[in-house]
């Protein structure tokens, strides 16, 4: 692989999809221009750094247009030789000698500085990669906004877009058939999703996995709406939280006990249980991989490019081993080992769920006549639904 007298700057994406990734990729390639450099893409993410090598240049012209464009240009994967798990306490450690390939390819392109965007598990790489010395810089990306070390993630705001305007469709038709209707939206361990697109999307009862709760409390939520002539009731459930029993729902466990369990069935559950117990209709609607796809928000659009920017900007002054972050008002940096340490959950005590709880939506752990600004009675057996349903008779 032959050198060039001007620095290069390579970027990569890597992970889960997300409205984003391409304005962050514009955002590198148009600053890395104004500072002299040229810049590479890795194709396929960090699977691209091994041979054969795969990667593309990328200028201000041919990273015109993508701003809007969701997914990634360069393509990402979850898959392959770089595989690791999500969470605090499961980085994995990449065989040495796929690390020292990596290296290879960075030292023979003479790369000035290497920007990996990604979640949790892909920074969890970056660091091992700055570990062995390479010039590393991270962005991070997760519509889950589980990242503590930024108040937001890029992709965070589509996805809830995305899920608003699913509950603004559902509201119509919940209402039409007086029929309960549950929204499964992403949120393997943090419900900001739910929390966020709950609130702007009136829903009556949000399920996240750091506030425990009870089907009972779900289920006491809809008939005091009944109560109230409101036939209908819009539930919205993280695919994260956790049964009442304790358990997480799951589609698929993780293979040979290596990666992540495939969440999802929680929505499909909680509707089962609700007809079972209420004899309501109700139905169930996953979002799933919608809330990857599509164009950004503009919000999202800015903060990506101004990711972008900035992550060549710490390229530039050599700060390697830090990822950009988002600190109201202002784009900041910290070290990518404290980034990836702890991840952001929703706090029950919040002022975003003591607002939803004042505006009456329920989290399934309360009683429906319990003042919203009380400390909540965590898994305290509600009353039984059938002293619960007989109250509500001839309302």
Not at 119 to 148: C, R, W, Y
Not at 186 to 195: D, E, P, T
Not at 287 to 307: E, I, S, Y
Not at 354 to 363: E, V
């Amino acid at each position: 692989m032959a050198t060039t007298s001007r620095k290069r700057i390579g970027v990569l994406t890597s992970g889960g999809d997300c409205p984003g990734l391409n304005a962050v990729i514009r955002g590198v390639a148009k600053a890395a221009g104004q500072l002299g450099y040229d810049c590479i893409g890795f194709l396929k993410g960090y699977e691209g750094l091994i041979e054969p090598v795969t990667f593309v240049p990328l200028t201000a012209k041919n990273t015109t247009g993508i701003l809007h464009q969701g997914g990634t240009i360069l393509g990402s994967t979850n898959k392959g030789r770089f595989v690791a798990k999500s969470g605090v306490d499961d980085r994995v450690q990449i065989d040495p000698e796929i690390l020292d390939a990596a290296r290879m390819t960075v030292e023979q392109l003479d790369l000035a500085g290497l920007v990996c965007i990604g979640g949790d598990g892909s920074l969890s790489i970056a660091q091992q990669f700055h570990e062995m010395g390479l010039p590393v810089v991270g962005v991070p990306k997760t519509i889950d906004n589980d990242l503590s070390a930024t108040a937001f993630t890029f992709g965070f705001d589509s996805a809830v877009a995305c899920a608003t305007d699913a509950l603004d469709r559902l509201h119509t038709t919940a209402c039409s058939h007086e029929r309960t209707m549950v929204l499964e939206v992403m949120g393997r361990h943090a419900g900001w999703i739910a929390l966020h697109a709950g609130i702007a999307g009136g829903g009556d009862v949000i399920l996240i996995p750091e506030i425990p709760w009870t089907f009972e409390h779900v289920c006491h939520k809809i008939l005091d709406r009944e109560s109230k002539g409101k036939r209908f009731t819009l539930i919205v459930v993280a695919e994260g939280a956790v049964l009442p029993t304790g358990n997480l729902v799951a589609r698929e466990p993780s293979s040979n006990g290596k990666g992540q369990m495939r969440l999802g069935g929680i929505g499909e559950t909680v509707a089962r249980e609700i007809q079972d117990r209420l004899h309501r209709e109700t139905r169930c609607v996953v979002l799933g991989h919608l809330q990857r796809g599509g164009p950004p928000t503009t919000f999202d659009r800015v903060l990506a490019t101004q990711f972008g920017a900035h992550a060549v900007r710490l390229v530039h002054h050599q700060r390697f081993g830090e990822m950009i972050c988002y600190q109201p008002p202002e784009i900041s940096s910290v070290p990518i080992r404290e980034a990836v340490s702890r991840l952001s959950m929703v706090d029950a005590q919040s002022s975003a769920v003591q607002a939803a709880r004042a505006l009456g939506i329920s989290f399934g752990d309360r009683d429906v006549n319990e003042s919203p600004f009380s400390t909540p009675t965590a898994n305290v057996a509600a009353e039984p639904l059938a002293a619960i349903e007989a109250e509500f008779v001839g309302h």
